[in-house]
């Protein structure tokens, strides 16, 4: 469903359609719609397109093939394009007390969809993201590196906030100041299952030699895959950082996705305390762990 | 809390109470009273007894600290004990193949308390039992060993089923079947993270030898301790079948444990098929890999 999501308006109109409807991108057979970014082809006319519910797509399928007259479907839409507005990135910066040139980034991003509140994707990532903090100074942490709590801007309609992070990072490194690692919380408020890793085999490995350590907090999962769209664009940097990803458990994630039911109601409060927890275990481990060089 | 709602009533009359309220067994702070099985001991006044919910129980607390003129509480309850009636434990036998006398029992509890619909607790067992059956069906599986699939009875007041089960399967061991291994749910319809396991080490580390194959579907949990109520007392037999119970996630098992909240609406499907196939799994391997003797 993502690539129809996507790039389904161009595809359609390509083929003639004067407008679409998208199955919405969700595991759930509900009646509501799950929105997300659309990205319109160059040089293809631009359609109207709106994403309807798992139910009303099927309903609407199985009457193409049923009825005998002409299926006319009205579409009334009221979105318009606002056209683009200064905002930025959020940035908390903890100095470190060793190695203060070495940066590990910590981020979820601020904007969300107007559909709901944003509460998992990505409210979550930023409770994460100051709630790290605040533990790491509860318990008397005293960083060796220089840590930054990032809020991203515009992750969800173009990544520019994410984009403009690593195009300083990129500035930074010349400068002398070097990423070593960065960790995003993308992926909702459910109970934390582990990581994602984006990193070269050295950094996968080391965060894998702490899978003991992190067993008895139900952190199972290491595996290899996205960090995630915000600290995505750091990858470019040389010597690369090693990013990660939180994985929570997925299972309800996309009922809520980008819907009017993805909101606060719906976040546990111990699941999203646990997941806050694996994110300051996680940067206190890649602090005191990282290979000095 | 559990043992001030097992124990409370007992304890407190024969401190001189005329009646006992009891803080709710949850992690909730909610405004429900979360119920269960007390014991009253004998020769010691059965005083009345109610549990109430940790909101009210901490306004009350507080109240009595606070308030200068004496605090009266006024319950009124109109539970009555109706005494027993016959009823049975419910089961499916599935015969082996190869080692019918050797049997494998899965089960969860019919029985569930009436302040709710005992969705999580335990009709999630149940219907774990049931669908891992119809899935082993599914896929053409053949047993090897005699499979039963058990609704016991009065699990929540007494575990007179599982301790006729155990008796009768006691009866059976000297007749010449084996009660070689079992498996219980009955810690909700969540998530699964694996097992839960009372056994001898031999069967407990081969049961942590399927780690890696199990990995994929997210199971990742193999520890050892109590296995379930309802197959608890099959411990007993000689020589001792290997226990297993299933482990969901269990962040938010006690919000609604025991309350008015342990509805079919609070169980979510697909999380609720993966304990199935958890249980579906853990029977096929345990069917295929229990050493002959």
Redesign the interface.
């Known amino acids: 469903a993502f690539d129809q999501r996507g790039g389904g308006a161009s595809a359609a109109a390509r083929a003639g359609a004067i407008g679409v409807l998208v199955r919405s991108l969700t ?1 759930a057979l509900d009646t509501l719609p799950h929105t997300g970014s659309l990205r319109y082809k160059a040089d293809i006319p631009r359609i109207p397109a709106a994403a309807i519910s798992t139910v009303d797509a099927s309903a609407l399928s199985q009457a193409s093939k049923t009825v005998t007259s002409p299926l006319t479907v009205r579409m009334r839409m009221n979105c318009v394009d606002l056209g683009t507005a200064e905002q930025g990135n959020v940035i908390g910066e903890w100095r470190g007390s060793e190695r203060p040139d070495e940066i590990i980034t910590l981020g979820g991003h601020l904007d969300s969809w107007d559909i709901g509140e944003g509460a998992h994707d990505d409210g979550s990532g930023v409770v994460h993201t100051l709630e790290a903090l605040r533990a790491l100074k509860a318990v008397g942490y005293t960083p060796r590196r220089t840590m930054r709590f990032v809020l991203f801007i515009n992750e969800e309609n173009g990544n520019r906030g994410g984009k403009k992070y690593a195009q300083v990072a990129a500035e930074e490194h010349l400068a002398g100041l070097r990423h070593v690692a960065a960790m995003e919380s993308d992926a909702g408020g459910f ?1 934390p ?1 582990g990581v994602r890793m984006d990193a070269l085999d050295s950094g996968v490995e080391m965060v894998r030699s702490w899978a003991s350590t992190l067993e008895p907090y ?1 952190l ?2 290491f595996g290899r895959g996205g960090s995630g769209v915000d600290i995505g664009p750091l990858k470019e940097l040389e010597p690369r950082p090693l990013l990660m990803g939180l994985v929570p ?1 997925g ?2 994630y996309f009922d809520l996705h980008h819907s009017s039911q993805d909101v606060w109601e719906n976040v ?1 409060k ?2 999203l305390e ?1 997941g806050a927890a694996t994110c300051a275990s996680m940067l206190l481990m890649l602090d005191r762990n990282l290979p000095a060089d």
Request: aromatic share 8%; proline share 0%; glycine share 0%.
């Open positions: 595991h109970v299952r139900n199972h999962y458990d299972q309800r546990h111990r699941e646990l």
